[in-house]
Every structure is written in structure tokens, then in C-alpha cells.
């Protein structure tokens, strides 16, 4: 069973930083492509970062591209969000995300596994 538990978010001002933490637990979390999703209030949930099990490939989305970092530490089992230069739109309670898959036959299933959140704030 994989767990993720996040860490790291609190209250800033605008323009200052945090990192955000995702511990993974289990005997697999180094093969799952992981992702960072934030849902405001009133709002869908969006994904705002993602990165490939083997750290290659990197999403940002259009609002944090150029501010937010997504990186991963496959052998602590942890990936991290670094935010710079946050904005009060930033604000919204951050989820880390595993996403595996399993073929069976030629179909391909995928499955996701989501940590509770971290709220971030940033006030103006």
C-alpha cells in the first residue's frame, strides 16, 4: 500500500518561497510518475507540476511555469515542489500525487494515489 504525506506549506507573503514535501511510503513509490495538484476554494483541482519516475521529464503549468520547480529524490522516496516568487493566486491547498499504471493485455489502466494536502497561503 503507498502513502504520501505532505509537508512544508504554511503562510508567506507575496513574493517569498516555500518548498513543499511529499514523502512516499512503500515498496514501490520510485516507479510512479508524481505530480503536484492545488485546489482552491471554489475551484477545481488543477495540476500544477508533474515529473516522470526517472526525473527526465518535467509539466508546469501555464501559471507556474518559470516560478515552480518539481524535482524528486527517488532513493528518500520524496518529491518536492519548490515555489518562488508566490502570489496570493498561489494560495489554494496543495496534493501530491502517484500515478501508476498496469497493462492487461494490450489495454492500459492507470491508478492514482493522493496524499491529504498542505494549505498554502499568501497574503498581499
Known amino acids: 500500500q503507498v502513502q504520501l504525506v505532505e509537508s512544508g506549506g504554511g503562510l508567506v507573503q507575496a513574493g517569498d518561497s516555500l518548498r513543499l514535501s511529499c514523502k512516499c511510503t512503500?515498496?514501490?513509490?520510485?516507479?510512479?510518475?508524481m505530480a503536484w495538484f492545488r485546489q482552491a476554494a471554489k475551484a477545481e483541482r488543477e495540476r500544477v507540476a508533474a515529473?516522470?519516475?526517472?526525473?527526465?521529464?518535467?509539466y508546469y503549468s501555464h501559471s507556474v511555469k518559470g516560478r515552480f520547480t518539481i524535482s524528486r529524490d527517488n532513493a528518500k522516496n520524496t518529491v518536492y515542489l519548490q515555489m518562488n516568487g508566490l502570489k496570493p493566486e498561489d494560495t489554494a491547498v496543495y496534493y501530491c500525487?502517484?500515478?501508476?499504471?498496469?497493462?492487461?493485455?494490450?489495454?492500459?489502466?492507470?491508478?492514482?494515489?493522493w496524499g491529504q494536502g498542505t494549505q498554502v497561503t499568501v497574503s498581499s
Open positions: 512503500g515498496p514501490t513509490c520510485s516507479t510512479y510518475a
Open positions: 515529473i516522470d519516475w526517472i526525473g527526465g521529464g518535467t
Open positions: 500525487n502517484a500515478k501508476g499504471f498496469y497493462y492487461r493485455g494490450y489495454a492500459k489502466y492507470e491508478y492514482d494515489y
